[in-house]
T-cell receptor, first 115, second 112 residues
Framework: GAVVSQHPSWVICKSGTSVKIECRSL??????MFWYRQFPKQSLMLMAT?????????EQGVEKDKFLINHASLTLSTLTVTSAHPEDSSFYIC???????????FGQGTRLTVV | SQQGEEDPQALSIQEGENATMNCSYK?????LQWYRQNSGRGLVHLIL?????REKHSGRLRVTLDTSKKSSSLLITASRAADTASYFC????????????FGGGTRLMVKP
């Protein structure tokens, strides 16, 4: 199946710093990618839809100035958590589809810990 | 936003037993998908069932879909300790880009 690679897998950063997470589709092009956040023992909550070549669409309650999304190419979307705070500590996961109404392929996730 | 509810939230069974998880959703869908997640890892796609399908099998997995009741079930037969994971249903409403909305998940523990 298609492969989505997410990097880094794990990051610890200090409060106030920014962290960039990359999501790459390795063997297919993705005009749309999705970013999710998952707190411990909870389900995935959609944060935003990343659209290649245009602005991301954010879900209600997600601060677009804090979670910057860039989808500059058909194989790469990045999520930057700006001025991170401990409450931003979470598991962030991206996904992409190969097109049509098919399954989604997920990255392996990034565990962010802000200290 | 979460569309669906899953029950049970947690399930503990012995190896060899069957595990059934249920998912309910609220809006019309194009398809419904089940995913598995091991602790702290990404999601692995298990099975996709389209809105015009009622039942689908894949190995030890059996999925049903009742669009009139807006519900689906995932049955894992002859469970193994390695099946221990969280299982999520996700609905695709057919929006552009195939956005998925996830249920709350069921944490399954299979005891050896």
């Amino acid at each position: 199946g298609a492969v989505v690679s997410q990097h880094p897998s794990w990051v610890i950063c200090k409060s106030g710093t920014s962290v960039k997470i990359e999501c790459r589709s390795l063997d297919f092009q993705a005009t749309t990618m999705f970013w999710y956040r998952q707190f411990p023992k909870q389900s995935l909550m959609l944060m935003a839809t990343s659209n290649e070549g245009s602005k991301a669409t954010y879900e209600q309650g997600v601060e677009k100035d804090k979670f910057l999304i860039n989808h500059a190419s058909l194989t790469l979307s990045t999520l930057t958590v700006t001025s991170a705070h401990p409450e931003d500590s979470s598991f962030y996961i991206c996904s992409a589809n190969t097109g049509g109404f098919t399954e989604a392929f997920f990255g392996q996730g990034t565990r962010l810990t802000v200290v | 936003s979460q569309q669906g509810e899953e029950d049970p939230q947690a399930l503990s069974i012995q190896e060899g037993e069957n595990a059934t998880m249920n998912c309910s959703y609220k809006t019309s869908i194009n398809n419904l998908q089940w995913y598995r997640q091991n602790s702290g890892r990404g999601l692995v796609h298990l099975i996709l069932i389209r809105s015009n399908e009622r039942e689908k099998h894949s190995g030890r997995l059996r999925v049903t879909l009742d669009t009139s009741k807006k519900s689906s079930s995932l049955l894992i037969t002859a469970s193994r300790a390695a099946d221990t994971a969280s299982y999520f249903c996700a609905t695709d409403a057919g929006n552009a880009g195939n956005m998925l909305t996830f249920g709350g998940g069921t944490r399954l523990m299979v005891k050896p």
